[in-house]
């Protein structure tokens, strides 16, 4: 019931900044928590930063003070601000939409993923 499409994902030097886009349309956006996981070549899909259907913020501890995560209801949108980035943030990120905050379910709903790329 919920499609998510990501955008604003690029090639970013180390210390810059980035703003991840995720669209929703569907009838759950209010009813599940969204967030970002990312993956990065040969890794597993780890948790970045969710934010829960009551408004409540979470974060990863490796981008904790780095990263804010947001949402604006009325355009159906959660965004992921990203400063000071670094190398090992290198990864595609992908925007979920399910029940839980920090872990994947079946229930999940992803979008199709936008590359971020820092270099040093």
């Known amino acids: 019931q919920v499609q998510l499409v990501e955008s604003g994902g690029g090639l970013v030097q180390a210390g810059g900044s980035l703003r991840l886009s995720c669209a929703a349309s569907?009838?759950?956006?209010?009813?599940?928590?969204m967030g970002w996981f990312r993956q990065a070549p040969g890794k597993e899909r780890e948790f970045v930063a969710t934010?829960?259907?009551?408004?409540?913020?979470y974060y990863a501890d490796s981008v904790k003070g780095r990263f804010t995560i947001s949402r604006d209801n009325a355009k159906n949108t959660v965004y992921l601000q990203m400063n000071n980035l670094k190398p090992e943030d290198t990864a595609v990120y992908y925007c979920?939409?399910?029940?839980?905050?920090?872990?994947?379910?079946?229930?999940?709903?992803w979008g199709q993923g936008t590359q971020v790329t820092v270099s040093s």
């Open positions: 979920k939409a399910g029940p839980t905050i920090r872990t994947m379910t079946s229930s999940d709903s």
């Open positions: 569907g009838r759950t956006f209010s009813n599940y928590a």
């Open positions: 934010v829960s259907w009551t408004g409540g913020t």
